[in-house]
């Protein structure tokens, strides 16, 4: 797992308005390497952000990613995983409910790619929230689509809009689709809640067949809490009996709303 990047320049762009005061953490532990081909854009997007540093400050010896975390004005952030093999410091198997002691540490989680390696996705992401502080939020970074045998899942932003804004009542900040080649044929695209509309998101010539992140940011709040279930969001604006349900058809499609590309 590592931090590319694509996925750098949302992390300073986060860091441009979120400082968490507590505990941080990321799952694995993620390594910071320079990718050679974009050196002339970890400067642009520095400076772009109003930050006076190269891309060299942020790295460290062991090519881990500390260091650019710190810097970034993340904390000392630590680092959980299912065995210690690369030195993290919280063992924790993402299947299982987490232990009591871990439950509302986390100021920031960030998931660089994990998530999709856990065969128990719905266990995983109840012990994210359950992990996660009121005022805390996560950031997720996972496969969209072009990641065929990466791991075991790649996502829709279906998910993020279902499970964490209409089931966990949690505030959805961002949620968007990111091409891991900047400045290709597509960019960035910015997915809003299906359940507005009562129809599903439509994704065909919006994401491009290379490798896509699906990359969102959501905050747990006070009135936050885990559900007993959850349903997507096309279904439950029919059965919930909304006033256009009956004039759309089931395999009715909205657009998503490409942004500006990086």
Same mark, same amino acid.
């Given at each position: ?6 996925l ?15 505990r ?6 993620q390594?910071?390497p ?22 060299f400050?942020?790295?460290q010896?062991?090519?881990?990613a ?12 630590e680092?959980?995983d ?22 509302n540490q986390?100021?920031l989680?960030f998931?660089g790619g994990?998530v ?9 992401l ?12 996560l950031?997720?970074?996972n496969?969209?689509n %072009?990641?065929?045998?990466h &791991?075991?899942?790649q996502?829709?932003? =279906?998910?993020?809009? @279902?499970?964490?804004k #209409?089931?966990?009542?949690?505030n959805v900040?961002d949620c ?8 290709g044929a ?8 299906p359940?507005e509309?009562?129809?599903r ?16 940011e ?7 809490h885990?559900?007993d ?11 919930? %009996?909304?006033?256009?349900? &009956?004039k759309?058809?089931?395999?009715? =499609?909205?657009?998503? @709303?490409?942004?500006? #590309?990086?």
């Amino acid at each position: 797992m590592g931090i590319d990047y694509v996925l750098f320049d949302r992390l300073v762009e986060l860091s441009t308005r979120f400082r968490p005061e507590g505990r941080t953490v990321m799952l694995g532990r993620q390594n910071f390497p320079i990718q050679t081909k974009h050196r002339h854009l970890y400067e642009k997007t520095l400076a772009d952000h109003g930050i006076d540093a190269r891309r060299f400050d942020f790295t460290q010896e062991d090519g881990f990613a500390e260091t650019l975390m710190e810097k970034l004005g993340f904390g000392a952030m630590e680092t959980m995983d299912f065995s210690d093999y690369e030195g993290a410091g919280i063992l924790h198997d993402l299947n299982q409910k987490p232990e009591k002691n871990l439950e509302n540490q986390f100021d920031l989680i960030f998931d660089g790619g994990t998530v999709e390696h856990v065969f128990n996705v719905p266990n995983a992401l109840e012990g994210l929230f359950r992990m996660l502080k009121p005022g805390g939020r996560l950031i997720s970074a996972n496969g969209l689509n %072009g990641w065929y045998g990466h &791991g075991m899942y790649q996502f829709n932003p =279906e998910l993020v809009w @279902t499970f964490w804004k #209409r089931a966990c009542n949690c505030n959805v900040l961002d949620c968007r689709a990111i091409p891991v080649e900047p400045g290709g044929a597509f960019g960035h695209v910015e997915f809003g809640d299906p359940a507005e509309t009562g129809v599903r998101l439509r994704l065909k010539n919006q994401i491009g067949p290379g490798r896509t992140y699906l990359y969102y940011e959501i905050e747990k709040t006070a009135q936050s809490h885990l559900p007993d279930f959850a349903l997507q969001s096309d279904y439950e604006t029919r059965w919930n %009996g909304a006033a256009n349900a &009956g004039k759309t058809r089931l395999d009715s =499609e909205t657009q998503a @709303t490409p942004i500006a #590309r990086s």
